[in-house]
C-alpha cells in the first residue's frame, strides 16, 4: 500500500475509532482494527495529539463552509431567513455520528477540539449575528454600545438548542423529530419572536460592573 493511502486508511478509521471508544483508546488498539503495526502509525504520525488534531482537520474545519459567516452579514435578506438558512446547513453538515461524539469526548479529556471549535462558532456566528439583530432592530450600534455577553448567551441558547438535537440522537440515543428542518424554523421562529420583545430591554440594563 502507498503512504499515502495507508496514511488515508490511518484517519478514516481514527475518526470512527475515537468516535466509539473516546480519545481514552490507545494507538495500539487503533493499529489492530487498522491491521497494521503499531509503529506504522506514528511513521505517519508523531503523536497520539497529532493524529487528534489531524482528526479536528478532517471532521470539523472540512465540514465548516466558507459561506456561513458571509451569509449571516448579508443585509439583502432578513435575519430570521439568514439563520434559518444557516441552521438548515448545519444540520445537514454536522448531524453525524462520528462529528457529534468525538465532539463530547474532546470536551470531556481537554483535548482542544471543543473549544476551538466553539470560539470559531463565536467569532463568526454567534457574535457576527448579535450585531445583525441590533441593525434589524435599529438599536444602537457596537460603537455606540460594546456587545454584551447577555446579547451573545440569546444566540448561544439558540444555538444550543439545535445542537442539543444531535445530542439526543447520537449521544442519548432517543428520538429526535422526524422532520429536522421544522423544528429548526420552529427554533428560530421563537427565538425571533422573543429576541425582538426582549433585546431593546435588555440594551437598556446594565449590571454593576456597566456591562450588559
Given at each position: 500500500?502507498?503512504?499515502?493511502?495507508?496514511?488515508?486508511?490511518?484517519?478514516?478509521?481514527?475518526?470512527?475509532?475515537?468516535?466509539?471508544?473516546?480519545?481514552?483508546?490507545?494507538?495500539?488498539?487503533?493499529?489492530?482494527?487498522?491491521?497494521?503495526?503499531?509503529s506504522?502509525?506514528?511513521?505517519?504520525?508523531?503523536?497520539?495529539?497529532?493524529?487528534?488534531?489531524?482528526v479536528?482537520q478532517e471532521?470539523?474545519?472540512?465540514?465548516?463552509?466558507?459561506?456561513?459567516?458571509?451569509?449571516?452579514?448579508?443585509?439583502?435578506?432578513?435575519?430570521?431567513?439568514?439563520?434559518?438558512?444557516?441552521?438548515?446547513?448545519?444540520?445537514?453538515?454536522?448531524?453525524?455520528?462520528?462529528?457529534v461524539?468525538?465532539?463530547?469526548?474532546?470536551?470531556?479529556?481537554?483535548?482542544?477540539?471543543?473549544?476551538?471549535?466553539?470560539?470559531?462558532?463565536?467569532?463568526?456566528?454567534?457574535?457576527?449575528?448579535?450585531?445583525?439583530?441590533?441593525?434589524?432592530?435599529q438599536?444602537?450600534?457596537?460603537?455606540a454600545?460594546?456587545?454584551?455577553?447577555?446579547?451573545?448567551?440569546?444566540?448561544?441558547?439558540?444555538?444550543?438548542?439545535?445542537?442539543?438535537?444531535?445530542?439526543?440522537?447520537?449521544i442519548?440515543?432517543?428520538?429526535?423529530?422526524?422532520?429536522?428542518?421544522?423544528?429548526?424554523?420552529?427554533?428560530?421562529?421563537?427565538?425571533?419572536?422573543?429576541?425582538?420583545?426582549?433585546?431593546?430591554?435588555?440594551?437598556?440594563?446594565r449590571?454593576?460592573?456597566?456591562?450588559?
Open positions: 500500500m502507498r503512504a499515502a493511502d495507508r496514511e488515508r486508511l490511518i484517519v478514516d478509521e481514527a475518526i470512527r475509532f475515537f468516535a466509539e471508544r473516546g480519545f481514552e483508546g490507545q494507538t495500539r488498539e487503533l493499529a489492530k482494527r487498522v491491521g497494521v503495526a503499531h506504522v502509525i506514528y511513521r505517519h504520525f508523531p503523536s497520539k495529539e497529532a493524529l487528534i488534531e489531524r479536528y471532521v470539523y474545519l472540512s465540514r465548516w463552509s466558507q459561506d456561513w459567516a458571509p451569509l449571516i452579514r448579508d443585509r439583502s435578506q432578513p435575519l430570521q431567513a439568514r439563520l434559518t438558512s444557516f441552521y438548515l446547513d448545519y444540520v445537514a453538515r454536522v448531524f453525524e455520528y462520528n462529528w461524539r468525538i465532539f463530547i469526548f474532546s470536551g470531556m479529556k481537554s483535548f482542544g477540539i471543543t473549544g476551538r471549535y466553539l470560539d470559531l462558532v463565536r467569532r463568526e456566528i454567534i457574535e457576527p449575528a448579535a450585531i445583525e439583530l441590533r441593525h434589524e432592530l438599536l444602537p450600534d457596537t460603537q454600545q460594546p456587545l454584551g455577553s447577555r446579547e451573545a448567551e440569546m444566540f448561544w441558547g439558540l444555538h444550543g438548542r439545535i445542537f442539543y438535537l444531535a445530542i439526543r440522537k447520537f442519548y440515543e432517543t428520538p429526535v423529530p422526524a422532520d429536522l428542518e421544522q423544528t429548526v424554523r420552529d427554533a428560530i421562529l421563537l427565538f425571533m419572536d422573543g429576541a425582538r420583545l426582549a433585546l431593546p430591554r435588555l440594551l437598556q440594563e449590571d454593576p460592573r456597566g456591562a450588559l
